[in-house]
């Protein structure tokens, strides 16, 4: 069996809807990542994402909300975390607060707090109104592996395990949300960086009175939301990062090297040199990251050499970039 690709019209929406409403799982986009989806407050459902995934137990879900009223039956909200859900929800922030009893243990991983987002694609938005339930969605592919940015990468990945694919096209931000701990005095921990920068929230709640600060985050606190592993996001073909690429590079590749540049070297790329983007902007980056990865995958190479993005200044996709870049090198041989 192979999955059925979707196009987002009304009557597909209604359909997938009830599916999820039943139990089953379809892929979805957001303007982050494809996410793998299922009805938050299904236990059944919830553990078929695990399975369809590889994914172990012990990594928990994001679930996504249409918005902050629908997020307080799920989390109990400080208001430092309602300032910030009302700043930059829909879009990709993740808060992680103190769960309620509506969520069920599989996705918390049995912990005492859930990670929740609003989602800001016009097309994950719809679906969410019309299934009228919350959806955990981690990535749509296999865990560990590259995330996913459009319909046919998660076909690739799951084409064969899920049965539901929802297209949405191209992802608008192309990396994973912004992970934030926030507590009642303000403390706020990012766990993981994503287009919102640490210095955005703490500015957001100072913004309106509010008192807030950035904590540090221990690496020996166990795992709160996904995408915190040391080693997550990984081609098979082994990475290794490099602050500079020098451009006399971009020559003919013929010993099974690839190399990946941040902004495209002059003249025409040749076998086994690419690029991220034309303009080296973050945004560009951020949005064909994991397509292009997942293209020098596909290339048949024997290891890939990427450029890392130059750090000039605060920038939210800039940390997120390298950030994915670092724990996608440092992948253990076998995953998938």
Not at 48 to 66: C, E, G, N, Q, W
Not at 223 to 232: E, F, K, T, V, Y
Not at 297 to 322: C, T, W
């Amino acid at each position: 069996m192979s999955a059925r690709i979707h196009q987002p019209t009304d009557r597909s929406l209604r359909n997938l809807a009830s599916l999820l409403r039943d139990g089953e799982l379809v892929a979805i986009p957001t303007e982050t990542v494809y996410g793998l989806a299922a009805n938050a407050l299904d236990p059944r459902a919830c553990r078929a994402i695990f399975r369809a995934k590889k994914r172990p137990a012990s990594d928990p879900l994001i679930v996504h909300v249409d918005g902050l009223r629908s997020a307080e039956k799920l989390a109990v909200f400080n208001a430092p975390a309602r300032i910030l859900a009302r700043k930059f929800w829909p879009g990709p922030l993740t808060l992680v607060l103190p769960r309620t009893e509506l969520v069920p243990d599989i996705v918390t991983s049995g912990q005492s707090t859930v990670a929740l987002r609003s989602p800001a694609h016009p097309i994950a938005r719809r679906l969410l109104r019309a299934a009228g339930v919350p959806l955990a969605a981690p990535s749509a592919n296999m865990f560990g592996y590259v995330s996913p940015t459009s319909a046919e990468h998660v076909f690739a990945g799951l084409g064969r395990r899920i049965g539901h694919i929802l297209d949405g096209g191209p992802c608008g931000v192309g990396v994973e949300s912004t992970i934030a701990e926030v507590a009642p005095d303000g403390r706020i921990r990012v766990l993981r960086p994503g287009a919102i920068a640490a210095f955005e929230l703490v500015a957001a709640v100072r913004d309106v009175g509010g008192r807030a600060r950035l904590a540090r985050t221990s690496a020996r606190e166990p795992i709160l939301a996904p995408g915190l592993l040391d080693q997550h996001y990984s081609p098979h073909t082994p990475m290794e990062i490099r602050s500079r690429l020098p451009r006399t590079s971009a020559g003919n590749r013929e010993d099974g090297t690839a190399i990946i540049f941040v902004r495209r070297p002059a003249g025409a790329l040749g076998r086994g040199v690419f690029a991220f983007s034309r303009n080296g902007s973050a945004q560009e980056v951020a949005r064909s990251l994991y397509r292009v990865l997942r293209e020098v995958d596909a290339g048949g190479f024997q290891r890939m050499l990427v450029e890392a993005m130059p750090v000039r200044g605060p920038s939210g996709l800039v940390g997120a970039i390298n950030d994915r870049l670092s724990r996608a090198a440092g992948r253990r041989r076998g995953r998938s």
